[in-house]
């Protein structure tokens, strides 16, 4: 992060007192501290001006620019602003601001453009145009990222304006990266909320997150990138686990999340930023296979990467969830002859047959497209039925590869608990760590395994691949649990009751 990088901590918050309370209990590391003026309802605009502590960012957001107030209501707040000499106020571009970007005073002047449907093609017209209009004042631009491509050119944006010159970052899940990456690329400030406080803005990422999981404030010209690529992306524990694990052994790498919709659209984004491995997830397991340049022999046999590193100028996918999916089991069962009935046909549904018909097991594959079904299970030599043929179906195993279940979803199950017959249930989702499924499995009295344990198996495996470091898994196990609300136990237990400075080797 530059020096000239302003952190500003966001207050937008609906009432005097409670604005009044997290200004004063603003953070240490905060910067400045943004009031939002035009979300409280029961603005007391003296009272807050009079506050001792941080300096202030007054803004006061039209309704056409993503804000609460009206028209009138802005010019004789902005005017007591000004008039009272805070340190910085927020300016919209256009004409109605346009008489309080001269005069005098020590307050500098924000002219910020927020897009909320999308990021306009031509961003350096939008630049100058705003640099002619606003004289003195710091430019601040903010687009909705339709495309996870969209962070590069915000990018390319800050890198042509210089260190400093400009606040610019997206907004929405596609363009968490660009709040992480934007000091780095030489934005003049990031905006944060405290953690659990109101956002003012779709994909904010807490204060205490940028510094503690991120450490954004060390991104420098030598951190290395990695990632998780997925769609959905925000329930993934990912990053916590491998940025924990990073800051355990002391390395200059920062783990980001990206979310794709598209394979397509993330493509620019994998050449252009320095990353040096991603983690691959739901969607695009299969998808991206064309992109690569070479697999290992598990991914060849599969037919999906959860892992991708950059070997000089190579990307070489690799699979460390048949060996993940195996570990768990084989303190529980015996695969070798053990009757299984797989549910799902995608990436992930590939790995576990993969591994339990190369372990002995005789595999019949469910899916509710049955030419799915039958594709796999000719692959891989295991059996295909139609899916309600699954209903009481007798085996000694019943595995969901599928993501029915996954978060935010949580109330979903892919078949009826009257369905199970198999002794033992293993869920590979891992958020949250028991599903609906496994709930009503144990409420039944089966034995039932999560995915959390799959799940730091194959980050550890792939820490090593990204990093040449080996990975402290037991840390990661922790991290998991915690961020999960559950206590560590031993890998293969039943489940409880329920109540940067120093490089890897890898290049």
Known sequence: MTSRCLVIQVVACDTTEAACRAYLAADPRADVVELRWDLVRDLDADRMLALKGKP?????????????????????????????????VDLEFGERDLVFLSGRGRTRRLLSHHDFNGTPADLQALYREMRAAGGDA??????????????????????SAGPGSLIAFCMGPKGVPSRILAPS?????VYAPARGAAGSAPGQVCLE????????????????????????????????LH???LVELGLDYCYLPFEASRLAEFLPVLSELRLVGLSVTLPHKEAILPHLDALDDTARRVGAVNTVVKVWNRLEGRNTDVEAFLTPLRGRMALEGARVAVMGAGGAAQAVVDGLVRSGARVTVFNRTAARARTLARRFGARHLPWARLRRYPCDLLVNATSVGLAPEIHRSPIPASWIAAPIVYDIIYNPPETRLLREARCRGQSTLGGVEMFVAQAAAQFALFTGRQAPVELMRRVALGALGEEPRAAAGPPPPKPRPRRGKRD
């Open 56 to 88: 202030k960012l007054i803004t006061v957001r039209s309704r056409q620019q993503g804000g609460a107030a009206r028209p009138a209501e802005r010019e004789p707040l902005l005017r007591k602003a000004l008039a009272a000499g805070v340190a910085y």
């Open 138 to 159: 710091l430019p601040k631009i903010v687009t909705f990222a339709d495309a996870a491509s969209d962070i590069v050119r915000v990018r390319d944006l800050l890198q």
């Open 185 to 189: 690329w030489g934005s003049a400030a």
């Open 209 to 240: 997150e940028l510094f503690g999981l991120y450490r954004f404030h060390l991104i420098g010209p030598g951190t290395r990138l990695l990632g998780v690529l997925g769609y959905p992306i925000g329930h993934s524990l990912s990053p916590r």
């Open 243 to 245: 940025n924990a694990a």
